[in-house]
């Protein structure tokens, strides 16, 4: 239930989950890098397709998030091509809505951004700078802690949001946010697969030049 429908979250929530979203888009578009922008958009239409698969987990339901993956990939980019997906999932298929669009964003940009911020820079070898490519071992495990805890935290992000609508929605939250620990895991074993192979394939994605060494390769 990361896209949470119109008519659920009260005015407040609403409104300062709009002004922050804002701010951060501003911030996003300010930073924005050209070349930058199929990437961005190929992820974007990733996460699209994939939030449209639901998996029921008792009383809520749960899907594929991928917004560590996008953090590590686009940084402040991600603002932006999560709320287009976001808003063309409330258009065309009546997940979420134009109202909690605001709220939604948040709710899933900013781990994103966390983890863009906080866990990319673990990918390159120490000393070496951001030329240094790096190993497919060390990007899978920042993967999957960026899969994970980028996940858990829209979980939270999710409860508290409800939480502060109302009291009547304390189960419902507690219910959510327990939902969204064994996605995380999942989340984890994904992002972590996939930075691994995209370093063996095209390490340019997190920033390094296709020429450049493996960590820990001999030359």
Same mark, same amino acid.
């Given at each position: 239930?990361?896209?949470?429908?119109?008519?659920?979250?009260?005015?407040?929530?609403?409104? %300062?989950?709009?002004?922050? !979203?804002?701010?951060?888009? !501003?911030?996003?578009?300010?930073?924005?890098?050209?070349?930058?922008?199929?990437?961005?958009?190929? &992820?974007?239409?990733?996460?699209?397709?994939?939030?449209?698969?639901?998996?029921?987990? =008792?009383? *809520?339901?749960?899907?594929?998030?991928?917004? %560590?993956?996008?953090?590590?990939?686009?940084?402040?980019?991600?603002?932006?091509?999560?709320?287009?997906?976001?808003? @063309?999932?409330?258009?065309?298929? =009546?997940?979420?809505?134009?109202?909690? +669009?605001?709220?939604? !964003?948040?709710? +899933?940009?900013?781990?994103?951004? +966390?983890?863009?911020?906080?866990?990319?820079?673990?990918?390159?070898?120490?000393?070496? %700078?951001?030329?240094?490519?790096?190993?497919?071992?060390?990007?899978?495990?920042? %993967?999957?802690?960026?899969?994970?805890?980028?996940?858990?935290?829209?979980?939270?992000?999710?409860?508290?949001? @409800?939480?502060?609508? =109302?009291?009547?929605? =304390?189960?419902?939250?507690?219910?959510?946010? &327990?939902?969204?620990?064994?996605?995380?895991? @999942?989340?984890?074993?994904? *992002?972590? *697969?996939?930075?691994?192979? +995209?370093?063996?394939?095209?390490?340019?994605?997190?920033?390094?030049?296709?020429?450049?060494?493996?960590?820990? !390769?001999? *030359?």
């Amino acid at each position: 239930m990361a896209h949470i429908p119109d008519g659920v979250l009260a005015a407040p929530v609403l409104i %300062g989950g709009g002004v922050v !979203t804002l701010g951060l888009l !501003t911030v996003a578009l300010r930073r924005l890098d050209d070349q930058a922008l199929p990437q961005a958009a190929v &992820l974007s239409a990733a996460f699209f397709v994939i939030s449209l698969i639901s998996i029921p987990i =008792g009383m *809520t339901s749960v899907h594929l998030l991928l917004n %560590g993956l996008m953090g590590l990939l686009l940084g402040w980019l991600a603002v932006p091509a999560i709320l287009i997906a976001l808003a @063309l999932q409330a258009v065309f298929f =009546g997940h979420g809505g134009l109202l909690s +669009l605001g709220v939604n !964003t948040l709710n +899933l940009a900013v781990p994103a951004l +966390l983890c863009g911020v906080l866990l990319r820079p673990w990918l390159h070898a120490r000393g070496s %700078g951001l030329a240094a490519r790096p190993s497919p071992r060390r990007a899978f495990w920042v %993967g999957a802690l960026a899969g994970f805890v980028a996940t858990w935290l829209t979980g939270l992000a999710v409860a508290l949001a @409800l939480l502060l609508s =109302g009291q009547a929605l =304390g189960f419902a939250a507690r219910a959510i946010a &327990l939902a969204y620990v064994p996605l995380a895991g @999942l989340e984890a074993v994904i *992002t972590a *697969t996939v930075l691994a192979f +995209l370093v063996r394939v095209e390490p340019r994605l997190l920033g390094v030049p296709q020429e450049a060494e493996p960590e820990g !390769t001999d *030359t």
